[in-house]
Nanobody
Framework: HVQLVESGGGSVQAGGSLRLSCAAS????????MGWFRQAPGKEREGVAG????????FYADSVKGRFTISQDNAKNTVYLLMDSLKPEDTAIYTC?????????????????????WGQGTQVTVS
């Protein structure tokens, strides 16, 4: 069965960095865009970043451009999200997901109906 397993969340001070990982299994890794969306308490889900495993093309939400970097290790079926210059407003649960198109993951308001699979999420807290 399909699994997306996130790791790497935690607490960090403003200006610091964290790297999230998402290991995929149970499907053809290159079939879909992989990426991250987040949800802060009391707020709507928000797209963060996405990458097409087949060609490495990346997409970012405006709120994280220049600070976050998404990358992949195809040999490990794993996607990474390096988050630099973190701000308190980046505090949220970050969830790894797949979709036919990266636009579905990185859109401002994430529509779960457009996603194929998603993980359990990992908490990121910036103080």
């Amino acid at each position: 069965h399909v699994q997306l397993v996130e790791s790497g969340g935690g607490s960090v001070q403003a200006g610091g960095s964290l790297r999230l990982s998402c290991a995929a299994s149970g499907y053809t890794y290159s079939s879909y865009c992989m990426g991250w969306f987040r949800q802060a308490p009391g707020k709507e889900r928000e797209g963060v970043a996405g990458i097409y495993p087949s060609d490495g093309k990346t997409f970012y939400a405006d709120s994280v451009k220049g600070r976050f970097t998404i990358s992949q290790d195809n040999a490990k079926n794993t996607v990474y999200l390096l988050m630099d210059s973190l701000k308190p407003e980046d505090t949220a649960i970050y969830t790894c997901a797949t979709s036919d198109a990266c636009a579905a993951i990185t859109r401002e308001n994430t529509n779960m109906k457009l996603l194929n699979y998603w993980g359990q999420g990992t908490q990121v807290t910036v103080s």
